[in-house]
Nanobody
Framework: QVQLVESGGGWVQPGGSLRLSCAVSGFPFSSYTMYWYRQAPGKEREVVAS????????NYPDSVKGRFTISRDNAKNTLYLRMNSLKPEDTAVYYC?????????WGQGTQVTVSS
């Protein structure tokens, strides 16, 4: 059974940092591309980072490039998202996801709130 469990969200002031984690199980994590998405209230879900496997190539939209860093620890079956210089517009629920055998799998999400 594929499971993705996010953690690390919370409240932070503008300019602050957070690191999100996503613990995965039930599929060969090291062999699959992983994604972080976010969804703000009233907005569509959008991808904010991806990391390929094999190879580890990363991709970011312009809105977070230079501020967010995606990484993975294949030995721990864990995906990370380091977020620096956070802005109020980064406030959203953040989800990790993957495609496995033709199906999309999502975590339950973790709330990130950026405000003063």
């Amino acid at each position: 059974q594929v499971q993705l469990v996010e953690s690390g969200g919370g409240w932070v002031q503008p300019g602050g940092s957070l690191r999100l984690s996503c613990a995965v199980s039930g599929f060969p994590f090291s062999s699959y591309t992983m994604y972080w998405y976010r969804q703000a209230p009233g907005k569509e879900r959008e991808v904010v980072a991806s990391i390929a496997s094999p190879g580890g190539a990363t991709n970011y939209p312009d809105s977070v490039k230079g501020r967010f860093t995606i990484s993975r620890d294949n030995a721990k079956n864990t995906l990370y998202l380091r977020m620096n210089s956070l802005k109020p517009e980064d406030t959203a629920v953040y989800y990790c996801m993957t495609w496995y055998r033709g199906s999309a799998y999502w975590g339950q999400g973790t709330q990130v709130t950026v405000s003063s």
